[in-house]
T-cell receptor
Framework: DAGVTQSPTHLIKTRGQQVTLRCSPI?????VSWYQQVLGQGPQFIFQ???????GRGNFPDRFSARQFPNYSSELNVNALLLGDSALYLC?????????????FGDGTRLSIL | QKEVEQNSGPLSVPEGAIASLNCTYS??????FFWYRQYSGKSPELIMS????GDKEDGRFTAQLNKASQYVSLLIRDSQPSDSATYLC???????????FGAGTILRVKS
């Protein structure tokens, strides 16, 4: 079975632009979470979605938004990009939204802001 | 105080030795704990989950949890050069909502 798939793999943007990142979960998984990972740090939680509803939000500005579609895929949008948004953006899926459900990560989208 | 703390390393062990990786967390209400392995330039890969006090073994990996001491560890037996990676400890701080990661421990296995 296919794992979590993310697109695009790499992206280069300039300050002030907007970006949309996409994620398809493992088949049968209904929960998707988004994380940001900067070099030398662990991933930082941005959002969790389950059954198209937001179930959790991390300490990120309103420039970050996300949604989940009926097929459980998800998009992460970031507006008014800043240099500090340069990072690896990771999508993780799990069967459900419960805390005992292990999350499995995709390969990530590496976003560079010039 | 950081929510999840790990020694950044690098931790260097000879091939065939036991590698011991440690993690402490601040939220006493945490119920689920995970270890991920991340190779350079790659995404995190789940290797162990543990929910109850005690030991959980899976092949060469053993996870240990002590909720009273707010401590979780990962032992890697018979370490191989291919185990060289960053090991991330992750804790569910808010039930079902938020996985909080430590900064990771770099492990180097020397042949």
């Amino acid at each position: 079975d296919a794992g979590v798939t993310q697109s695009p793999t790499h992206l280069i943007k300039t300050r002030g632009q907007q970006v949309t990142l996409r994620c398809s979960p493992i088949s049968g998984h209904k929960s998707v979470s988004w994380y940001q990972q900067v070099l030398g740090q662990g991933p930082q939680f941005i959002f969790q979605y389950y059954e198209k509803e937001e179930r959790g939000r991390g300490n990120f500005p309103d420039r970050f938004s996300a949604r989940q579609f009926p097929n459980y895929s998800s998009e992460l949008n970031v507006n008014a990009l800043l240099l500090g948004d340069s990072a690896l953006y990771l999508c993780a899926s799990s069967l459900g939204a419960g805390g005992y459900q292990p999350q499995h990560f995709g390969d990530g989208t590496r976003l560079s802001i010039l | 105080q950081k929510e999840v703390e790990q020694n950044s390393g690098p931790l260097s062990v000879p091939e065939g030795a036991i590698a011991s990786l440690n993690c402490t967390y601040s939220d006493r209400g945490s119920q689920s704990f995970f270890w991920y392995r991340q190779y350079s330039g790659k995404s995190p890969e789940l290797i162990m989950s543990i929910y109850s006090n005690g030991d959980k073994e899976d092949g060469r990996f053993t996870a240990q949890l002590n909720k009273a001491s707010q401590y979780v560890s990962l032992l890697i037996r018979d370490s191989q050069p291919s185990d060289s990676a960053t090991y991330l400890c992750a804790v569910n701080i808010e039930y079902g909502n938020k996985l909080v990661f430590g900064a990771g421990t770099i492990l180097r296995v020397k042949s």
